[in-house]
């Protein structure tokens, strides 16, 4: 009834709170833990625990602990308190509600407040008890099996300009599964935004996990790069696709500012015809209506006596803009699509 192998439900109530269970393990027997003489029942003493949720009721359990006393006189051990796998002892958290708190921070997009309000205790007796089970299962090597691509990235997790420990380097599994859907599972956070950071956490990884990875994505961060060159030279490293348009935007605003200073030797202003098109400059020439395509010409064309670098410019922006409306697009999530690549255009040399 109770579902914990080795423990019995005594008695059963429901309240406002929720449930309250009375429970006892079955062992009769018992050796003393110091010198394993077989002891005695001595006393009963009552542990209260809060166990997962059944459904939307809280669940509370009154857990009627034996008290054993050992018959060796020569031991020093007097009495003890039995254990169980329920719970660990002066816990107030059952292992089942921890994992079940655990899961749920794994799988759902919820957090410790929120958990911690539905197990009714603290915050802090959750994140305590939490940390000893995300520890257990970051090093189950078993969590590693599988990943083919790897993805990294850094991430600031604590606000503020000063201070250690801000930023931290995220590693990513984005293997896709047997639907060719990506995985998108975090794999672990090492502090530091560093080449040698993320170096150090792929040289701890046991040999066969770094064999088994065939793609690398990584940001242009060339820390980030050498890591992979020294830690995965068989890994095919990949640039992340939103920072591929990120830099052809970036290249696509330094040219439209370029030109603007060589034809009016001064930034744009709100009536100038390539200043009102830098946003439609962005968008692809396929998402763009009639009007649309006719204000981007005459931006284009809205200059007077444009000398040889200026045309170079103006020539690379529908050139760039065209080339860069591929990429900002999604693809269809297509069997071929998923299988297929695509490659980078070869822009203009600004």
């Known amino acids: 009834m109770f579902g914990v192998p080795g423990v019995r439900v005594l008695a059963a109530e429901r309240d406002a709170a929720g449930l309250e269970l009375t429970v006892e393990t079955d062992q009769t027997l018992e050796g003393c833990r110091r010198c394993g003489v077989l002891a005695l029942p001595h006393d009963r003493r009552e542990h209260r625990l809060h166990d997962a949720p059944f459904g939307h009721r809280r669940v509370r359990v009154r857990w009627r602990k034996r ?20 719970a660990p002892p002066r816990a107030l958290l059952t292992r089942r509600a921890v994992t079940w708190a655990a899961d749920a921070l794994q799988d759902d997009d919820t957090t410790v407040a929120a958990l911690a309000r539905r197990l009714d205790v603290d915050w802090h007796t959750l994140w305590d008890a939490l940390k000893i089970e995300a520890r257990r299962r970051a090093d189950d090597p078993q969590r590693l099996a599988g990943v083919e691509s790897l993805g990294v990235d850094e991430h600031v997790w604590r606000p503020g300009k000063f201070g250690q420990g801000r930023e931290v380097t995220c590693m990513v599994d984005l293997s896709r599964d047997a639907n060719g859907h990506v995985r998108a599972r975090l794999l672990d956070l090492v502090l530091g935004r560093s080449g040698p950071a993320y170096a150090r956490w792929l040289d701890a990884r046991q040999p066969a996990f770094r064999a088994q990875i065939k793609h690398a994505a990584l940001d242009p961060f060339r820390g980030y790069a050498n890591a992979l060159r020294d830690s995965l030279p068989d890994a095919v490293q990949v640039l992340e696709a939103f920072h591929v348009v990120k830099l052809g935007t970036q290249v696509l605003d330094e040219v439209r500012r370029r030109v603007q200073q060589e034809q009016l030797h001064r930034r744009g202003h709100r009536d100038d015809p390539l200043y009102k098109i ?6 692809g020439l396929e998402h763009l209506s009639e009007r649309q395509h006719a204000r981007l010409a005459a931006g284009l064309a809205g200059w007077r006596r444009p000398t040889r670098r200026s045309r170079a410019g103006l020539v690379l922006l529908p050139a760039v803009a065209g080339d860069l409306r591929r990429h900002r697009q999604r693809p269809r999530p297509t069997v071929a699509g998923r299988e297929g690549h695509r490659q980078l255009p070869d822009l203009p040399d600004p």
Not at 67 to 86: I, K, N, Q, S, Y
Not at 278 to 283: A, D, N, Q, V, Y
């Open 67 to 86: 008290v054993w006393r050992c018959l060796e006189p020569a031991c020093p051990v007097v009495t003890f308190t039995e254990a169980h796998e329920l």
């Open 278 to 283: 830098r946003g439609l400059l962005r968008h």
